[in-house]
């Protein structure tokens, strides 16, 4: 088990991260996310929230957002996160993250944030009715991580931009406010196979909750039959696999199946590809299809049962904010004083 965590922990370990409440959870966000949540939790202190208030940067249906927050924490528990291990809880009740997210609001500069390559991908051709939240998002990303003085987030490729401007709010607070080392300068994870998970409708597209094809993704909560009918649908080529991993990288669907074929084995694309090589699909997606099912559906049919007792969730919930506020509050009081904000004199 590891340790409690305290504000006076050791900082050598801390891990933050979180998923956003804003549609069903998919084999991509499994083999992306909640493996290495699990595996970090017997290495390090570990946070993980759900992020609803990156949530509504996007319109969500507020009848919807607690449903749907209920829904990642247990996901979160089913894939194997032991809420006596790490802290789980809804970002929003944790009032902190606002707090602090609004004196970075202060430090971080508009050219860094206009460098953020995923605001220009989101807002696309109208910037103008993006709201300010979805520019501002890399802030309180920011915030999220730094108020726990997390020393590491497991971040995909597509979020290292992000971890860099915390970085770069971390130094120019510690240095504005003469506070060396105050925030520590956090650092990526970025390991081990399945960290990007491809739609199995297009190989060179990532697989996402908005794809509006649902065949492009396994979800959590599909069915037996349902997942397997999904791979065996999977886009491929005619051609049998490769011998080399040179080869198959020219192959971006057939890439993306024996990279989730591996990472859900736990072995390399190189091992998995040994497997198989010279084979054709048809003797490949019978194994695939096997084996997410055998891996996804136990997540999915534990969901459904914590589904069934939101009390159960509601209370890992209740305690995650408990714990997650005791190490926060005091990190943001002391961040007010250096920042020189008036508080209440002791007794």
């Excluded at 290495?43 to 208030?53: A, F, G, N, T």
């Excluded at 991580?145 to 607070?173: C, M, N, S, W």
Aim: charged share 20%; net charge neutral; with cysteine.
């Amino acid at each position: 088990m590891t340790e409690a965590l305290s504000p006076a922990a050791p900082a050598a370990s801390r891990v933050l991260s979180g998923v956003q409440p804003s549609g069903a959870l998919h084999l991509g966000n499994y083999l992306g996310a909640l493996v290495k949540f699990v595996a970090l939790q017997d290495r390090m202190q570990c946070l993980y929230c759900v992020v609803d208030l990156h949530a509504i940067t996007a319109w969500q249906d507020p009848a919807a957002l607690a449903a749907q927050t209920r829904e990642i924490a247990a996901a979160y528990i089913a894939a194997g996160v032991d809420p006596a291990k790490a802290i789980i809880f809804p970002q929003s009740a944790v009032r902190e993250h606002a707090e602090l997210a609004w004196i970075f609001n202060c430090v971080a500069r508009l050219g860094w944030l206009d460098r953020m390559t995923q605001f220009k991908e989101k807002s696309g051709q109208h910037k103008e009715r993006s709201s300010v939240g979805l520019y501002t998002y890399p802030v309180l990303q920011a915030a999220d991580i730094l108020v726990y003085k997390a020393t590491h987030v497991p971040v995909g490729e597509d979020q290292k931009q992000h971890l860099e401007l915390t970085r770069d709010i971390a130094q120019k607070f510690n240095n504005d406010f003469g506070a060396p080392g105050f925030f520590p300068l956090t650092e990526p994870v970025i390991e081990g196979p399945g960290a990007r998970i491809m739609s199995l409708r297009d190989g060179s597209a990532k697989m996402s909750k908005s794809d509006p094809s649902d065949n492009s993704r396994v979800n959590l909560l599909d069915s037996a039959d349902t997942i397997a009918q999904k791979i065996r649908k999977a886009k491929t080529d005619p051609e049998p696999l490769p011998e080399t991993l040179d080869e198959l990288k020219l192959r971006p669907e057939a890439d993306n199946l024996v990279g989730v074929y591996a990472a859900l084995s736990g072995i390399s694309k190189a091992q998995a590809l040994s497997q198989f090589a010279g084979q054709g699909f048809g003797a490949f997606k019978p194994a695939l299809a096997d084996l997410t099912v055998a891996r996804v559906g136990p997540i999915g049919d534990e969901m459904r049962r914590l589904l069934g007792d939101p009390a159960e969730i509601d209370r890992v919930l209740q305690a995650g904010v408990e714990k997650a506020r005791a190490v926060a509050g005091p990190v943001v009081a002391e961040t007010k004083r250096l920042v020189g904000f008036w508080t209440p004199p002791t007794r």
